[in-house]
């Protein structure tokens, strides 16, 4: 198995943080971005899809269309965490290290059957259970996410938000299984304040339509979340999957 690591992102050519985070990435965009993230990011693999691929789920489907044995990160990414470390160890991943890991838990998920797989969807210690490194069950954050050949998972093409949602629920549809390593995770800068990327189709009406279309193929799995002591909702159409596995 040839795992591509890529890097997806748009207009942000000047503000690409994970390539640092992950040696040996590439970086896909679109056809007439090519000069401008070329200039800012010498040395770096480029992948140019047309520029008539738009939005980041029809963007990942023409990924997995060219690599179908891929691993598929945010570009603003600044490291590989490990979780389980107690306070004052290092937790940082030096980005060979970082590479490794995400091969050897590509060829961890093929050996145990699973199409999907990951990490951990937080780097804050307190989300790790030392009970459970590995769990085969449950959501998959979009902003790292591996599939493996074979698999019957697909992004559609006209979906502009939440495919991570869509394709946690494809998986558990036909797959059950997942693989993901919850002793890493990955940190983000700026996810929803940064400009480019997916912040030019998040709106309030496309996460309502995204709902919606969600809840028409998976039904109840799908519901919306609600406020609690701990965490209040960011809007109203924020989701959740409750999944029967």
């Known amino acids: 198995m040839e795992l591509k690591i890529i890097i997806v992102s748009h207009k942000r050519a000047d503000r690409v943080l994970t390539t640092k985070a992950v040696e040996g990435c590439a970086i896909c ?24 691929v738009i ?5 990942r489907q ?11 990160l945010d570009d603003d990414i600044k490291e590989m965490r490990a979780v389980y470390k107690r306070a004052g ?6 980005s060979k290290l970082a590479r490794e890991i995400i091969i050897s838990t ?10 999907l797989f990951g990490f951990n969807q937080s780097a804050i210690p ?28 697909f992004y559609p093409r006209d979906m502009r938000l939440c495919g991570d949602f869509w394709i946690s629920c494809l998986n558990a549809y036909h797959h059950r299984i997942c693989y993901k390593d919850l ?6 800068v700026n996810t929803f304040k940064n400009q480019g990327g997916q912040s030019e189709f998040r709106n309030i009406e496309a996460e309502e339509k995204a709902y919606h279309f969600l809840k028409d193929h998976f039904g109840d799995v799908v519901q919306l979340k609600k406020d609690t002591g701990l965490a209040k909702r960011k809007h109203q159409w924020q989701k959740t999957l409750k999944l029967p596995f």
């Open 126 to 153: 307190t989300a790790y259970n030392g009970l459970q490194p590995i769990s085969l069950t449950g959501y998959m954050i979009e902003g790292w996410i591996g599939i493996l050949s074979g698999s019957k998972l």
């Open 29 to 52: 965009i679109p056809e007439s971005q090519r000069e401008d993230y070329a200039r800012h990011n010498p040395g770096v693999e480029l992948i140019c899809h047309p520029d008539s």
């Open 89 to 94: 160890e290092k937790a940082k991943i030096d």
């Open 55 to 59: 939005g980041l789920p029809a963007k």
């Open 106 to 115: 590509a060829h961890a998920a093929r050996q145990a059957g699973a199409y």
């Open 183 to 188: 002793r890493f995770s990955f940190v983000p």
């Open 62 to 72: 023409w990924i997995l269309d060219h690599y179908p044995d891929v691993f598929m």
